[in-house]
């Protein structure tokens, strides 16, 4: 399993980590920062990254505690995205989870490249393909918001 002391080593842009328990390292708190040139550029999105005990085999679960509006995110903050889940359980398959470091970066890509074909939020995903200036200030709210909260 990858490390909280690896990503330490090897950081991902825009990524940063640590244990929620250090009695745990099944949980990571973990803060992402919006991609450059992205209607999410400059937010600060906090989440729950967790493990399962089989992992690589099966891949951790990541929840935004931060506000999120994303077609590929529940509004629950529950992330969907097809690396994120179990084998057999995505149309789009699953490769064996690479590191928690590889994960980050799968989830700043999403935000980069939202998925609107099978969404997790409809309506955002309906408002990012037909009203994309409804969806740019909703986002933009948001960022704003995030970094308020600094």
């Given at each position: 399993m990858v490390t909280i002391?690896?990503?330490?080593?090897?950081?991902?842009?825009?990524?940063?980590?640590g244990l929620v328990d250090d009695s745990n390292i099944f949980e990571w708190s973990?803060?992402?920062?919006?991609?450059?040139?992205?209607?999410?550029?400059?937010?600060?999105?906090?989440a729950l990254m967790t493990?399962?005990?089989?992992?690589?085999n099966n891949p951790?679960?990541?929840?935004?505690?931060?506000?999120?509006w994303h077609p590929n995110v529940y509004p629950d903050g529950k992330v969907y995205v097809s690396i994120l889940h179990a084998p057999g359980d995505d149309p789009?398959?699953?490769e064996?989870?690479?590191?928690?470091?590889?994960?980050?970066i799968r989830i700043i890509s999403m935000l980069s490249c939202p998925?609107?074909?099978?969404?997790?939020?409809?309506?955002?995903?309906?408002?990012w393909r037909d009203k994309k200036d409804a969806f740019k200030k909703r986002v933009g709210r948001i960022v704003r918001r995030s970094q308020e909260m600094l």
């Open positions: 002391a690896d990503l330490s080593k090897h950081p991902v842009d825009g990524f940063s980590a973990v803060t992402i920062i919006g991609p450059p040139d992205t209607y999410y550029d400059g937010g600060f999105y906090n493990f399962p005990s089989d992992y690589p951790p679960s990541v929840k935004f505690i931060s506000e999120m789009n398959g699953y064996l989870a690479s590191g928690g470091g590889c994960q980050s998925n609107d074909e099978s969404p997790a939020n409809v309506d955002a995903a309906i408002e």
